[in-house]
Every structure is written in structure tokens, then in C-alpha cells.
């Protein structure tokens, strides 16, 4: 370790010291003004679906950095069953303030092509997936939970879904993935907009089950969407219809200031 | 004429002084953001001695239900932080003026001295060039905790695609303390500082502005140096020291 130098001295005039001392204090002074500026300008910006237009386009910004390293192989850490909650936090009841309809069905729209409407049954005969893991909130707290049901992207390649082909979604083919999946509650009171990679990751599930029991009313029967990939704002419950856009479907949530992407 | 001292780099004013107005956004909209989830106390058994925050604070402070604009805030000026703290770092390092600031061996023990002076229980406290023991620790944590809320901020902003990071602080509940823990202790070193730069006076809070220290033509902490200083522990020599006399300047100044 290297011993601390000595302080470098000067002697000069006082006038000198004077004079420089006024002028450090003068750009002080000018530059105090920049961060009292630049709360003014964001605070007198127009607004952008809740939050200030500077504010947006810099979180628009981080969805871009984020994406940059978004992996379908980085995978939410899990739990063993015995880890999980055995009652599970519900929180927010938007969307599903009915009665869950008793002739629900999946209403899939594609542009171009005629919709699809599918029973719990079509849904659960494909492979089913456990997955225990913490979920997240956006408000900051966080449970571990044990869901089932069905990976989503088994369930796209299923019905060759999320293609502007119509074929099955082919991960070395990006250009033909919609760029947006879109999910509403039957009464379209929530509705969210997901990027297609965040779907497509191995942990995105279209749950039916929750601690092994069929999932109550309060946490989204008869399906919702399970996505650990995302805060629990974009796991919407009840799904009435799903649809596949280029452009971002609204979002709930991000239409009241929140971030849009809110990956995690 | 003036001695005066350089004592603060132009580099090191900018980032000081930049780090203020971002800071104090990042952890007021952490406040926001808190209160959405403000599960944090302290207890001893079932009473609760300090809870983060009582309702009053938050009443007081008008913050409640601002999580959108908190995380808006947030996630926008982190960047501003960050940026200003690898500059930061990256100067002392490069500059050398990491050598005024890493605590040695003897930092500690001057530290001790240090508080021990600044309480009334000791008369005199020890030399130092730049910064005493107990500033030196107090900004290299400073430093070292801004690391640790990058971190753990990082930790708990993307706790799926740095799972490694999250898991290796603990966890996403651990991380999200740990993240409070480091802002609580900015609000207790800003306290401490606030304080303790308000009895140091106004020569040493101008110099954060102007870099420069002005000194009293005889001050006995800051003796003349009319040689290069030398490396070199001082040996012991035949001739005897000359004694270090204060300048005398001319009347006039």
C-alpha cells in the first residue's frame, strides 16, 4: 500500500483566491439550476397513460436493454411442493367480479384467420407441468406458490398459434411470431399485452390448478395465466380471450402509469 | 498573499455534488415504492420498537399510493447512479486520490480517537492529510454500499434473469431488504455528515465547492512544506531538526 500523499499548496495573491472563489460559487449556483430544470421539465411534460412522457420513454428504453438479455434458459429458481404456501395470497379482483360463466370457453382470435374456441378439456389434454416458484408482485411482496397446468408454448405449438404462417411457432423463425400476445377477462374489466418471447419462455404456464386442486374463483378459475418471467399484474386471471398482435395490446395496469414490460 | 490547499478534485465536486439531487430521487421514490409493501420492524418479542414506517410518516410525507410514479422514478434515475458511481470509482481509482480515501491498518484505531475527540473525550484529535480515520472508513463504505444497492437493486429488478445474483444475496426477500438496509444507512451517514460538515465550518464546505482550502499563514496542522515531502519514514540525524517556522507574510495582505 502506497503511503498518502500530501495535500499539493499554493500561495497567491488574496484578490486571486477571492476571484476564484466567487466563481466556483457561480457555476455552483448555474449548475444547481440543471437538476431543478430537469424536474421541472418532466413534471410539466404531458402525460403518457399515467406516468410522464420522459419518464415512459426511458422505461420504454429499459424493455430494450432488458430484452437484450432475456433467455428462455434463465429459469425461475423452484421450490419443493412441501415449500409452497398453502393458501395462497389472492390480491385484485378486477375482471372477475362475476360469477365465473358456467359455459366458459378459450376464445382465440388471430388476424385473418377464423377464431377458435376451446373447452378446459382441450386445454388439459396436453402434457401437464408442476411448477413451484415464487411469485412476485408488483407492490414488492412475493409467495411461493405451487401451480399446474400447461406450458404455454406447448399449447401454441398445439394449435399452431402465434404465427402470421399459421404453422407452429418455430423458435429459429422470429419473423413469423406476432409480436404481442393479448389476454382479456370474459367481461373485459382486466386485459393484458405480453411480449411473444415472455410467452414462449418454458415457465409461462396456462394454470388449472393450484396446490394440486382445481383453481378457485379468486385466483382465476377456470384458467389463468401463470408467468414468473413477469410481475403478478401480467398473470391474468379468468382468461376469456387470447389474441396475437404486432402491436402492443393495452395493458391495465401500464394505462395507469405503471411500466409496460415489467420483466423480471 | 494566500496559502491555500487543493483538497477536492474538480472530478470528485461534479460526482459529490452530482450524486446528491439522484440519490435523494432514488431514495425518495424507494419511499414510494416501500410504501406498497412495508412489512420492516424491529421487535423485541412481541412489541414493536421502530416499524418502517408508521402511518403518520406516511401521511406526513404525502407518499401513499405512488407505487407507479416511485418505480417510474426509479428505474428512470438508477441509470444516473450508476453511471455517476462508475465514474466515481473509476476516477480514485485512476487518479490515485484512492490513496486519501481506503482505510490502512491504522484507520480503525484513529477512528476510535476520532469519535472519542468528537465527543468531548479526548483533547486533541490525530493528524491527518486529507481525511481522518473515521471519514475514511465512513466514505469507503459510502462507496462500497453504492456498489452494494447496484447490486442488490439488480437483484431484486430482475430476479429471474440474475437469479444467480439473487440467489447468492440470499434470496428476492433478503435482496429486498438488504436494499433497504443499505438506504437506511445513506439516511444515517447523510445525517452524520450534515452534522459533522456543519462543525467542521465553512473553510472545509467551500472547499467541496471551490476544491480549494484557504490556511492561516501559521497553522500549526498544516506546516510549511519547503521540501519535496519525502517518502521516506524520517531517520534520525545527527543535525538537529530545524524547527518548522510559520511563514511570515507581509503586512499588506
Known sequence: MSQEPQLPEDTLPESTARRRMLKAFGWFALASAVPVGVYEWIKNSPGAQGVKRPLRNILNANETIARTYFSNTHLVPTYSVAEAAKKARTNGYDGIKTPVPDDWKLQIETPNRAPLLLTIEDVKALPKQEMVYEFKCVEGWSQIQHWGGVRLSDFLEKYKLGTHSGNAPDPDNTDDLFRYIGLETPDKGYYVGIDIESAMHPQTLLAYELNGEPISAGHGAPLRLIIPVKYGVKNLKRIGRMFFADERPRDFWAERGYDYYVGL | ?253
Not at chain 2, 85 to 106: A, Q
Not at chain 2, 140 to 158: D, E, H, P, Q, R
Not at chain 2, 183 to 197: A, C, D, E
Request: no cysteine; hydrophobic share 45%.
Open chain 2, 1 to 253: 498573499m494566500q496559502r491555500i490547499v487543493h483538497k477536492h478534485p474538480l472530478a470528485i465536486r461534479w460526482f459529490h455534488w452530482i450524486n446528491f439531487p439522484v440519490l435523494s430521487v432514488m431514495i425518495w421514490s424507494g419511499l414510494l415504492i416501500y410504501w406498497a409493501y412495508d412489512p420492516y420492524k424491529i421487535q423485541i418479542g412481541d412489541y414493536t420498537l421502530v416499524s418502517f414506517f408508521p402511518d403518520g410518516f406516511y401521511k406526513f410525507l404525502g407518499v401513499s399510493r405512488r407505487l407507479a410514479e416511485g418505480m417510474a422514478w426509479h428505474f428512470v434515475f438508477m441509470w444516473l447512479f450508476i453511471l455517476n458511481g462508475i465514474l466515481y470509482v473509476g476516477y480514485t481509482f485512476i487518479s490515485g486520490e484512492w490513496r486519501h480515501l481506503v482505510p490502512n491498518k491504522n484507520s480503525f484505531r484513529e477512528a476510535i480517537q476520532v469519535t472519542l475527540y468528537d465527543i468531548g473525550l479526548r483533547k486533541t484529535q490525530p493528524p491527518f492529510i486529507k481525511y481522518n480515520g473515521a471519514q475514511k472508513i465512513a466514505y469507503f463504505a459510502i462507496m462500497l454500499m453504492g456498489i452494494g444497492s447496484v447490486l442488490t437493486g439488480y437483484a431484486i429488478y430482475k430476479p429471474t434473469q440474475f437469479s444467480w445474483l439473487t440467489s447468492l444475496l440470499g434470496g428476492y426477500k433478503a435482496a429486498r431488504l438488504e436494499h433497504f438496509l443499505l438506504t437506511l444507512g445513506y439516511v444515517f451517514f447523510f445525517v452524520i455528515h450534515i452534522g459533522q460538515v456543519i462543525r467542521a465550518g465553512w473553510n472545509n464546505f467551500q472547499s467541496m465547492v471551490t476544491g480549494f482550502e484557504l490556511v492561516k499563514p501559521n497553522d500549526p496542522d498544516r506546516p510549511v512544506q519547503n521540501k519535496p515531502v519525502s517518502s521516506e519514514p524520517d531517520a534520525p540525524t545527527d543535525t538537529p531538526q530545524e524547527p518548522i517556522e510559520p511563514t511570515h507574510t507581509p503586512a499588506l495582505s
